[in-house]
């Protein structure tokens, strides 16, 4: 299983990124897709989940200015950023929860982040 991110990049603060982050590979089915984010010297802290069936959470520092979706079809997650903010510079990270053979069991897989930087 693959998990590639795009999307990043420098933007200045109030601006606005679209991240995506496609799976590949040997995936029979996927349940929860996430974006984490890492800031330096900062532990890897959850951004926002989204389920299988569209149900979201955010974390309370980006309620209102990012929207997680997903298109299933298509095995991508999405995470629109709007209003960024100083705060928000971080290495992204999209995470899945995913079978490779039906009735194994689930595990978690992790892309190779992608770079957010806010210039102010």
């Known amino acids: 299983v693959q998990l590639v991110e795009s999307g990043g990049g420098l933007v200045q603060a109030g601006g606005s990124l679209r991240l995506s982050c496609v799976a590949s590979?040997?995936?029979?089915?996927?349940?929860?897709m996430a974006w984490y984010r890492q800031a330096p010297g900062k532990q890897r802290d959850l951004v926002a989940p989204?389920?299988?069936?569209?149900?979201?959470n955010y974390a309370d520092s980006v309620k209102g200015r990012f929207t997680i979706s997903r298109e299933n079809a298509k095995k991508t997650v999405y995470l629109q950023m709007n209003n960024l903010k100083p705060e928000d510079p971080a290495v992204y990270y999209c995470?899945?929860?995913?079978?490779?053979?039906?009735?194994?069991?689930?595990?978690?897989?992790w892309g190779q982040g992608t770079q957010v930087t806010v210039s102010s």
């Open positions: 995470r899945i929860w995913a079978r490779t053979t039906r009735g194994d069991m689930e595990y978690s897989y």
């Open positions: 590979g040997n995936i029979f089915s996927i349940s929860t």
């Open positions: 989204i389920t299988i069936d569209g149900i979201t």
